[in-house]
Each structure stands twice: as C-alpha cells, then as structure tokens.
C-alpha cells in the first residue's frame, strides 16, 4: 500500500523517461521527510535514482529519514567510495546506527575511503550499548573554551553551524574535554561581544551519563524542555549530546513497544517501525503466535472452573446468561488498573516501595467503580430483565467483587514483574485476563451458592 499513490506513478515515469531536470525541480521544494517517504514507496533501484539526484545536505538528511532497511539496500546497491561519501553526510548518530546494520565486510570495503577522524568517530559511537544514552547519542555539536570572547564565540559558531546538527546550546569544555558548563545561542546573541564564556555560561548543567537508559534520558530532555543534553562520562568529560528530535524518536519507539507488549504482540526493535502496509503478514503471525497460543492455553483453566461449578448452572440456568457480562467487566476494569499503573512505571511515578499503597489505592477505587456499576447491574438484572431481587443481589455482588479483585490484580501484577526484571506491559495484559476470567467465575458461583442457597 502506497502512503504517495498520486506522486509515485508519475515520478516512476519521469524516472524511466530519464527526465532528471524534472525530477530535481520537483524535489527542490520538498522536505526531507517527503522525500523519504516516496523512496519508501519506490523499488531499491528507482530510489537509488532520486537519492544521487539530491543536493549533498539534503541527501543526508534524507537517509537519516528512511527505514534502516531501505538505508542498508541502498548503501549495499552503491560501490564503497559512494556510500563512504554518503556515510559522510549524514548525522553522527545515524551513520553509526547503519554501520551496526551493515555486514562487516561491506564496512571493511568502505572504511578506507573514510577520514581516519570519522572512522573513529563511527567506532566509537558504534561500540556503546544500545538503549543506552552513548547508543543514541551524536558528536555533532559545539564545543567553546572557557577563555573565549562573545564574539569570538560567535565567530566560531557561524563557521561551524553548516556542518554540525544543532547550535542552539554550545558545550563549554577545558583542553581535557571536562565539561564545564553549556551556553545557548540566545545567551550569545543577548551577552556583550567583550564578555568571556566563563562570565556567561550556565555552570552544572542538567546532564547525562554514557550508561543512562536511554528512555530516561528522553524523559529527562521532554521534562526540562530542552533542545539536547550533553552526555558525559565517568571523568566527566564530554563525549556526545542527545537531541530533542533523537529523544522525542526514543520516546515514540519506547510507547510503541509498550502497545504492542501490552496487546501481546512480540516486541522487535528491528521491525517495530516498519509501517503496517510495508510489513509482511508472515511477520505478523510470527509476532503474534506466541501470545494467542500462550492465552488459548490458560484460557482452558476458565473452562475447567465452568465444568467444575455446572451443578449450579443447572441448579439455577439463568446464571451463565451473565456469565461474559461479568467477565467482560472484570477484564476491562483490570486493563484500565494496569495501563495507570504501567504509565506510572514508565513516568517515574511509582516505584516498587510504594506497593501497598498503590494496591490499597486501587483497592479502593475498585470498591467504589464496584459499588456503582453494581448499582447499575441490581437495576437491570431486576427491573429490565425480571429476575428476583436475590438473583439480582447475586450480580450486584459479583461485580463489585470483581472490580475489587481486578484493580488489585492489575496493580500487583506490574509492579511485581518491574521487581523481577520483566517488562511489565509484556506480562501484565495476558495475565490480567486470564487471572480475572478464572477467578471472577469463582467469585460469581461462589457468590450465587451463598445468597441463592445452592445446595
């Protein structure tokens, strides 16, 4: 499925017509992001076409736009000194990334035609951890000593500012490259030109370690509202920054893991950003196989509570007329309790010494959502569908006994897997819908045993 259906058939004909002057005009105007989407959209060969039509900088930015498996289809389509030149123009970070997806000896044959200062720029960056902050971190920024003027600094920026990814903040470092403090170019532009950096930088900058999770990090960049922040590391010394637009990337994908792990798909960094009509449904099923199997298994554990209580459904037939009703409510009121919780993981918000109060405030809240959608159940099991007052009881009890277990349930539950290591929202929907489908039957039959006086 194409996202440009109107655009690529038409660029496709400029392409074999060979109208290259036609197709450079047409990408002039175009944003970098725009252009990317429609190499997407193009067959390997034909994207290989427009990329060499691209002015430099545009064609940098450009590949930093794409998927990192159309990036490695089209560097392994060019010869090495070609995408050498090519790694050269993107951005730091980005350029590692696709080293770390190419084949080693690809990266052999392209190395030798890159600056032995890049090579080792690309080594470095390529060696941290991943969803580390060194792992999404760049090395293109400005770097300012202490000593210098305002205009001077100024001076330096200007000549630097083509070439490097952001200048809002300039990183004052001393000659062992310790930072020192950042100044923003708004605080340049405003200073007098005589003043020195040191006079007018921001001393113990928000920052942070080459070690950090990377989620935090963009937490930390969102939180202060900040354009990047300087990555330094055990000594202090400055070894990259992690931009805003890298940080609101970490977030997207981080909540995107989280959907899919809370839904029970497999989580694939590789794939994850692959948009829908680009993915294949062999990867689909692969993705999504292993939870429906996991859950249809479990899900037998409901139907053995239902055999071991059918002496009350025959006792009293009307009951498992409620039965999805009851578990429905006990399922929805156990997701809505994990996803507060999971975002509260995620936010920082809650932590696992908070446990008991967590549970008892979902406890509750349970009790309460309980009491008035048990009000409601009492109303329509007696009123609309003419059953007893007692058989009507039996509902109202049922569900506030489920609301309570559900919100109690779904809080525990992620906060128990934070403690163990997993990921809470991996774990936490499946369980949560088994744990309630098996023990709200148990709660409803026991109840309807009780007031119903089954015998």
Known sequence: MLRNPLLVPDLRELIQAGEIDALGEFFADHHPVQIAELIEDLDVAEGDVLIKLLAPRVRGDVMSYLTVERQVEIVNAMPPSEAAALLHLMPHDDRADLVNHLEEEQVDAIFPHLAQAEREDIRRLASYEPGTAGGVMTTDYVTLAPHLTVRESLDRVRREAP??????????????????????????ILARPQSRITEIMQRDPILARVDDDQESVARTIDKYDLFAIPVVDATGMLVGIVTHDDAMDILR?????????????TVDPEVDDIPYWQGSVYRSVRRRVNWLLLLFLAETL???????????????????????????????????????????????????????????????????????????????????????????????????????????????VPLLARKLGIDPAVVSAPLITTLVDATGLCIFYTIAILLLRIT
């Not at 070439?163 to 340049?188: H, P, W």
């Not at 929805?332 to 919780?341: K, R, W």
């Open 163 to 188: 070439d490097r990814e952001t200048i809002e903040y300039s990183y004052v470092v001393d000659e062992s490259r310790k930072l020192l403090g950042i100044v923003s170019l708004k605080r340049l």
């Open 253 to 265: 994908r981080e909540q995107t893991e989280d959907i899919l792990a809370f839904g029970g798909v």
């Open 302 to 412: 409901t139907g053995s509570v239902s055999r071991h209580y059918e002496w009350v459904e025959e006792a009293s037939p009307h009951l498992h007329h409620f039965t999805p009703l009851l578990i429905g409510t006990g399922g929805n009121a156990g997701s809505q309790a994990v996803g507060t919780i999971i975002r509260g993981l995620a936010l920082g918000e809650i932590v696992f010494s908070q446990t008991m109060s967590v549970v008892f405030r979902e406890w509750i809240t349970g009790t309460v959502l309980g009491l008035i959608l048990g009000a409601v159940g009492f109303l329509h099991t007696w009123l609309l569908r003419g059953e007893s007052p007692t058989f009507a009881l039996v509902i109202a009890f049922t569900i506030l006994g489920i609301c309570m277990w559900a919100n109690t349930v779904g809080a525990l």
